[in-house]
T-cell receptor, first 115, second 115 residues
């Protein structure tokens, strides 16, 4: 399978705990995106990387959130001191910069529940 | 500001019938791309079809076609000969090429195909 993969698929944690999610993009893709999706909504952009450089962060990404892509391949998204409002699906997508039709391909997501 | 509007929260369609999912968008940019994604209950966002703002022909991909009306800022998805496996959430999305690299999603339409 050469698609985008995410781990874990589900995570249940207690409020105040830290959690870390991993995303492995399609191997030749140089861009990697993180989105958050809450119930009944479309995905909302959080941040993205081109190779190892983090180029943009949404204002949705509070100081408790940090993302890395140290070698320009896989990425991690860490949430510190989780809150119940962090409960959501966290989606990762990757793309290859190719001009006009740059399509993002998504992984299966990590569903987070904060108790 | 960029915005995607999907006015149909849910639709019920008989199997084998054609279905049109509505999408309107708002942008001041001249160069942009429009996307449709399908999200089954498993959570993964599946890319369906793309339309560039300068494309003169409506995009088609198998049973999917995009009815692009630029003056009306509308990008409706048409699914021909619907199948039970088409039951899912469908998201319309847009990216402005000269602005930034994130995709803006609508709230989605839940499509139910009836046997």
């Amino acid at each position: 399978d050469t698609g985008v993969s995410q781990d874990p698929r589900h995570k249940i944690t207690k409020r105040g705990q830290n959690v870390t999610f991993r995303c492995d993009p399609i191997s030749e893709h140089n861009r990697l995106y993180w989105y958050r999706q809450t119930l009944g909504q479309g995905p909302e952009f959080l941040t993205y990387f081109q190779n190892e450089a983090q180029l943009e962060k949404s204002r949705l990404l509070s100081d408790r959130f940090s993302a890395e892509r140290p070698k320009g391949s896989f990425s991690t998204l860490e949430i510190q001191r989780t809150e119940q409002g962090d409960s959501a699906m966290y989606l990762c997508a990757s793309s290859l910069t190719s001009g006009a039709q740059e399509t993002q391909y998504f992984g299966p997501g990590t569903r987070l529940l904060v108790l | 500001a960029q915005k995607i509007t999907q006015t149909q929260p849910g639709m019920f369609v008989q199997e084998k019938e054609a279905v049109t999912l509505d999408c309107t968008y708002d942008t001041s940019d001249q160069s942009y791309g429009l996307f449709w994604y399908k999200q089954p209950s498993s959570g993964e966002m599946i890319f369906l079809i793309y339309q560039g703002s300068y494309d003169e022909q409506n995009a088609t991909e198998g049973r999917y076609s995009l009815n692009f009306q630029k003056a009306r800022k509308s990008a409706n998805l048409v699914i021909s000969a619907s199948q039970l496996g088409d039951s899912a959430m469908y998201f319309c999305a847009m990216r402005a090429w000269n602005r930034d690299d994130k995709i803006i999603f609508g709230k989605g339409t839940r499509l139910h195909i009836l046997p």
